[in-house]
């Protein structure tokens, strides 16, 4: 039986700009994205995306939606995992984004995000949420991180 993971996924938006981390340690060092994490005990999604988003940059979002719930099938730590990821897209927060031991925030205008410094699926599924498209969508990883598959569907609400 696979592992299961429930996670959060911030993105910042705000005056044209977009919120992007790199990551300092452990899964996907040295990549970008939004911020996030997996949920505490007794939390909700939200709760985790609230803090996640404070521990890793010190700010706080306000003006949240959710954007997409993907599921990935892939390997964590070495072992079989599915995780369900809810993402959500900010446009305003309280704070100062800050570095952290984990995370280096770094804004980007919308038109030069660096796609090449992210996850492979994340370069196929932001494009359209930052389009203003709602998704829901399945991504398939070996053991080595290597894309297998993946498959999007726009929807009305997630």
Do not use: C, S
Not at 61 to 75: L, S
Request: no cysteine; proline share 4%.
């Amino acid at each position: 039986m696979k592992k299961q993971l429930t996670t959060t996924l911030l993105h910042i938006i705000k005056d044209g700009k977009i919120l992007l981390a790199e990551k300092k340690r452990g899964f996907g060092v040295g990549l970008f994205n939004g911020v996030g994490g997996k949920l505490e005990p007794g939390e909700t999604v939200e709760q985790a995306m609230i803090r996640e988003t404070q521990e890793e940059i010190n700010v706080t979002p306000i003006n949240y939606k959710k954007v997409a719930v993907i599921n990935f099938d892939m390997f964590h730590k070495g072992e079989p995992t599915l995780e369900e990821m809810h993402v959500y897209i900010a446009n305003d927060f309280i704070g100062t984004p800050d570095e952290t031991e984990e995370m280096k925030p770094q804004w980007f205008d919308m038109d030069k995000i660096p796609y090449e410094k992210m996850f492979a699926a994340d370069r196929i599924w932001m494009r359209e949420v930052f389009n203003n498209k709602k998704l829901t969508g399945n991504v398939k990883f070996d053991k080595d991180f290597n894309l297998l598959e993946y498959n999007f569907n726009e929807v009305e609400n997630v």
